[in-house]
């Protein structure tokens, strides 16, 4: 699965961006979705997931009421809409996808990674 990613930018605080994850390859309707963000110096860490079905997400708790993932299987396309975007969400951010036979988000082991993209929020 190769996944593209597009949608990062330069905001202020409380604003919103909306990061876009396009797959090719195989079925995408087989592979689960996580996004992931690394700000300089840090390690890389886990913001938001969701199914294969796109019936069940889950969230870090830095990010939760505040971020949404969602997905268009017939797009084979992932989102993750943020809203109140805040100075310590800057990072460059990842989308990753990991086959899966059940329909649970998966926050970890995730075999194929997008190019990342930056997002920064100034205060």
């Known amino acids: 699965v190769e996944l593209v990613q597009s949608g990062g930018g330069l905001v202020q605080a409380g604003d919103s961006l909306k990061l876009t994850c396009t797959a090719s390859?195989?079925?995408?309707?087989?592979?689960?979705v996580g996004w992931f963000r690394q700000a300089p110096g840090q390690k890389r860490e886990f913001v938001a997931a969701?199914?294969?079905?796109?019936?069940?997400?889950s969230y870090a708790e830095s990010t939760k009421g505040r971020f949404t993932t969602t997905r268009d299987n017939t797009k084979k396309t992932a989102y993750l809409q943020m809203n109140s975007l805040k100075p310590e969400d800057t990072a460059v951010y990842y989308c990753a996808a990991q086959f899966a036979v059940i329909d649970v988000p998966l926050s970890m082991r995730y075999e194929y990674w997008g190019q990342g993209t930056q997002v920064t929020v100034s205060s």
């Open positions: 969701i199914s294969v079905s796109g019936g069940n997400t």
């Open positions: 390859g195989r079925p995408f309707t087989n592979y689960a």
